[in-house]
Structure formats: C-alpha cells, structure tokens
C-alpha cells in the first residue's frame, strides 16, 4: 500500500507516521519535481525511513532532475510534464517534453545511479505503455484511459448519440480548485484561480467491446506481449536490451494507423 505527500507543512512527519501505520512506499508528489524544495523535502523524509525504505519523488524530464532527487534520496522518480489527457500544462506555460524522449535520458540516468523511474501519463493505448517499457521505464502510471470504464467514480452519462462516458478532469483544473479552496476566503480563492491549469469536463468514453479495467489490462497485456515477441524478449529487462529506438514522423504514425473507411 502506498501513500503520496506533497511538499508544504510538515511532510517528512507525515511520511514516518503512514509508514507506522503499515504504508510500504510513500510518494513524494509535485508537479514540478526538480526544485529546492523537493530536494528539501525528499532528503528530509529520506532521514527518518529506513535506508532500503522505498521513496518515489516527481515529476520531472531530465537526466538532472533525476539526479538531483535520488542523490537526495529517492529511490524512484516520476517522470512526466504535461503528457496527460486532462492536463493543458503545455499549452498554458511551454514547459514540458515528449513523453517517450524523458523516460529514455531519465531511465538512463536512474540506471547509472541504482534507480528506477516510472513514466507517468501520455497512456491512450497499449503501444504506449509497450514503449514507456522499451525507454526503460520500470512502472507505467495510467488514469484517464481508465477513468472511461464502469469501475471509476462519477456517473455514467450519455450524449446526444447515446455513447456511454464518464467525466474526468484535471487536479489542477477550475474545477478541483474550486473544491479544494471551498472553505477559504474570497481573496485566497481568486489567487489560487489565477494558476489553474487542465480541463474541468473531459468526456472519457466507455468501449462497448472493452468497458471495464479488466478489459482494458487485458488488451494492455495482450499488446505489451506482442511487443516482446516481435523484439524476441522473454522479459522487461531483456525487451529493454533489445528494443532499437529510432525517430518516426507525423506521417510515418498515420501509416500505421488502421483505416475503418476505405480511400
């Protein structure tokens, strides 16, 4: 069982307590991962767990931003800025990197040091997570793609067509803002508002051949598998060895695609 702790108030305290109270892994989660205070608060909760007690810090894209945490004593680090389906951090502030390319410079720096990362968001397939293993990724985070399944929280609603969907949105979003700062004063709420970031409402639909998480792991499984024959790997650490990373085009993509309606 995990737990995830943010950076303000007292967290190397918190982190000893979940510990006590039977957490194996505590995350140390921010959205912008390689700073002072992070490395602050990663060596601060490194000094009270157990050497081989297991740390996760993030996000970050960066070799250095890798470096800097587990030489603060991470053991795991998050790798990801702006890849996901809810969140708009591109597109309001630039700041951010292709999926694939940060976990392949971060896993390379984490092998170096006795680390691991984990590639977290930019999921909408099988494929992706068949490459977030290939870049050297240990774990592979998924959330929206399975928020449009029957097992989620929320409703299920449906549009004008009758397709089946659940509402998703972003952590950082008017709209968890709005729930999150519901109890403090005006000022304070339009502070905090003015640095919303993700979508409040995005419509995740249900497959009508894939609509629980089982259906969706199974596809996952099935796909990552046949990643590894066509690489000829019996494991992940062997898929890894044997993966060949090459660049492809916008074009070479849609190539690949399927087509439903004939040209």
Same mark, same amino acid.
């Given at each position: 069982?995990?737990?995830a702790?943010?950076?303000n108030g007292?967290?190397?305290?918190?982190?000893?307590?979940?510990?006590? $109270?039977?957490?194996d892994?505590?995350?140390?989660?921010?959205a912008?991962?390689?700073?002072?205070r992070?490395?602050?608060?990663v060596?601060a909760v490194?000094a009270?767990?157990?050497d081989a007690?297991?740390?996760?810090?993030g996000n970050?894209?960066?070799?250095?931003?890798?470096?800097?945490?587990?030489?603060a004593?991470a053991?795991i680090?998050?790798?990801?800025v702006?890849?996901?389906?809810?969140?708009t951090?591109r597109?309001?502030?630039?700041?951010?990197r292709p999926?694939f390319s940060?976990v392949?410079?971060?896993?390379?720096?984490? $092998?170096?040091?006795?680390?691991?990362v984990?590639?977290?968001?930019?999921?909408?397939?099988p494929?992706?997570?068949?490459?977030?293993?290939?870049a050297? @990724?240990?774990?592979?985070?998924?959330?929206?793609?399975?928020a449009?399944?029957?097992? #989620?929280p929320g409703?299920?609603?449906?549009?004008?067509?009758?397709?089946?969907?659940?509402? #998703?949105?972003?952590?950082?979003?008017?709209? $968890?803002?709005?729930?999150?700062?519901?109890?403090?004063? !005006?000022?304070?709420? $339009?502070?905090?508002?003015?640095?919303?970031?993700?979508?409040?409402?995005?419509?995740?639909?249900?497959?009508p051949?894939r609509?629980?998480?089982?259906?969706?792991?199974?596809s996952?499984?099935?796909?990552?598998?046949?990643?590894?024959?066509? !690489?000829?790997?019996?494991?992940? @650490?062997?898929f890894?060895e044997r993966?060949?990373?090459?660049?492809? #085009?916008?074009s070479?993509?849609?190539?690949? !695609?399927?087509?439903?309606?004939?040209?």
């Amino acid at each position: 069982m995990g737990a995830a702790i943010g950076m303000n108030g007292d967290p190397a305290r918190r982190a000893a307590e979940l510990v006590a $109270a039977g957490v194996d892994v505590i995350v140390v989660d921010t959205a912008h991962g390689h700073q002072d205070r992070m490395v602050e608060v990663v060596r601060a909760v490194r000094a009270v767990l157990p050497d081989a007690f297991p740390i996760v810090a993030g996000n970050v894209v960066t070799a250095a931003g890798v470096r800097d945490l587990v030489q603060a004593g991470a053991s795991i680090v998050k790798v990801g800025v702006g890849p996901g389906a809810m969140c708009t951090t591109r597109m309001q502030t630039g700041v951010g990197r292709p999926q694939f390319s940060a976990v392949l410079e971060c896993s390379r720096e984490a $092998a170096q040091l006795g680390a691991h990362v984990w590639a977290d968001g930019g999921v909408r397939h099988p494929r992706d997570v068949a490459l977030a293993l290939a870049a050297g @990724a240990s774990n592979v985070m998924i959330g929206s793609w399975f928020a449009g399944t029957h097992e #989620s929280p929320g409703d299920l609603q449906y549009d004008a067509d009758g397709r089946a969907y659940k509402e #998703s949105f972003g952590m950082a979003s008017a709209r $968890a803002v709005a729930d999150r700062t519901e109890g403090e004063d !005006a000022f304070d709420r $339009a502070r905090k508002g003015l640095f919303e970031e993700g979508i409040s409402a995005g419509r995740m639909y249900l497959d009508p051949g894939r609509p629980g998480v089982e259906d969706l792991i199974d596809s996952i499984v099935a796909g990552v598998r046949s990643s590894f024959t066509y !690489a000829g790997a019996g494991s992940i @650490a062997e898929f890894r060895e044997r993966a060949i990373v090459g660049i492809q #085009s916008a074009s070479g993509y849609r190539e690949g !695609a399927p087509v439903p309606v004939s040209w």
